[in-house]
């Protein structure tokens, strides 16, 4: 059974900052590349940015700069720090693996952010 229980949304001016965090099952964590994805009303979801399990990580465009991913792998947890937030990055959050068969399995809820401009 998948379990990511996603955590940290919420309301924010343009300009302002969120720390998300993601809690996982460690058959989904354990030696996994990491990542945060997220999906914006009418859009498909997208990769936001990854990190391995010795913490290299690596950012879409949009991120650069502005977020970072971390991990803990002794609590099975990931962050995304989001700093100077925009309204397009409003959008709902959610972590999980970057391998296909396992990330295929299911989703968490996602937590929502929203930047108001």
């Known amino acids: 059974q998948v379990q990511l229980v996603e955590s940290g949304g919420g309301l924010v001016q343009a300009g302002g900052s969120l720390r998300l965090s993601c809690a996982a099952s460690?058959?989904?964590?354990?030696?996994?590349?990491m990542g945060w994805y997220r999906q914006a009303p009418g859009k498909q979801r997208e990769l936001v940015a990854t990190?391995?399990?010795?913490?290299?990580?690596g950012y879409a465009d949009s991120a650069k700069g502005r977020f970072t991913i971390s991990r803990d792998n002794a609590k099975n947890t990931v962050y995304l720090q989001m700093n100077s937030l925009k309204p397009e990055d409003t959008a709902v959050y959610y972590c999980?693996?970057?391998?296909?068969?396992?990330?295929?399995?299911?989703w968490g809820q996602g937590t929502q952010v929203t930047v108001s401009s």
């Open positions: 990190i391995t399990s010795g913490g290299s990580t």
């Open positions: 999980n693996t970057v391998v296909a068969a396992i990330r295929d399995r299911g």
């Open positions: 460690g058959s989904i964590f354990s030696g996994s590349v």
